[in-house]
């Protein structure tokens, strides 16, 4: 087992990365569940695969599960289920100093934990990722939200986890479109912040997607090392350290808002390119070598992710995509704060990038390719 710890001043936790988690809940909560009572939040395709082994695992424990199990999908992140999910954690008695599960990806874990955040001002909670995404980004770190009309994420607090218990064994039951799509969080981490780790991602990439234990669970490990050293230093992302996390997004947002924020591209797919893009247009303002470029968008496109915004075939031109940048609350008089790179493993904040400019740049990448 891999154990990471998140150090932060009165609120440290573990991340454990191993196979069989999922099965040993009692042991591996320990003192963190106090009541016979144990409440989980779940969506139904989760439930479907791991409801039995989990009631195995607690009643086994002398434990009873009790189930909140929601539709599956981005849009229970919602006021709606907001409501439904506070409301039964009252009807639940749970107290603050009790822990909720939160078992699933990261919508699951984004809603759950907000619920937590709220709910008699904070209770605790368990982060119980089942998706590659979930275990090597968002159940780690303590940001929590729901989407509302106005967009995604705009309602949300701090709350870290109390634990967080990532079971290789989810991964086996993914699909490969999404395990693939989690897998460009994991290279996200080399290319902001470790050229080894990056060269290794580039190299082993089959391997996690393939389903190799070993590969899977340093890929995990070592993407929860990072996020957590980044969330030690600047967890309410005011250092502009936390803010790296966000490589390859401004693109990639771009690109989700371009084909709906829907199956077309998937999140990890949109970063996927919004990488890629990211490192491109780094070496055409002269920041990085071609060959870094290329060495990215090599690495990218051999895990199976997309790599060329021309393949989407979304029409439009290089402005109807930026426009989308154009009403990012960091836009300040014709330029927005934008993750660029000096090499690979070297990114950094330019506050210098013109709108207009990333147009150009990218009506050139919708005619390559
Ligand atoms: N997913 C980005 C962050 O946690 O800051």
Known sequence: M??????????????????????????????LLRKKSVPIITDSNVAGQWRDTIDASLTGGGFEPRWLVLDPGESAKSWTNLERTVDWLLAEEVERGDHVMALGGGVIGDLTGFACAILKRGCGFIQLPTSLLAQVDSSVGGKTAINTAAGKNLVGAFHQPSLVLADLGALDTLPLRELRAGFAEVIKYGVLGDRDFFNWCAANGAAVIEGNRQAR???????VAAKARIVAEDERETTGTRALLNLGHTFGHALEAETGFGSRLLHGEAVALGMVLAARYSARRGLMSDADAATVTEAVSKAGLPSEIAALDMGGDGMKLADHMRHDKKMDAGTLPFLLLRGIGQAFMAMDVALDDVAAFLDDQLQAH
Do not use: F
């Not at 196979?19 to 909560?29: E, F, K, N, R, V």
């Not at 669970?217 to 993407?223: D, I, N, P, R």
């Open 217 to 223: 669970e340093y890929a995990v490990a070592q993407s």
């Open 2 to 31: 891999a154990v990471i710890p998140v150090e932060l001043a009165g609120r440290s936790y573990e991340v454990r990365v191993d196979d069989g988690l999922l099965a040993d809940l009692p042991t591996q909560c320990g003192a």
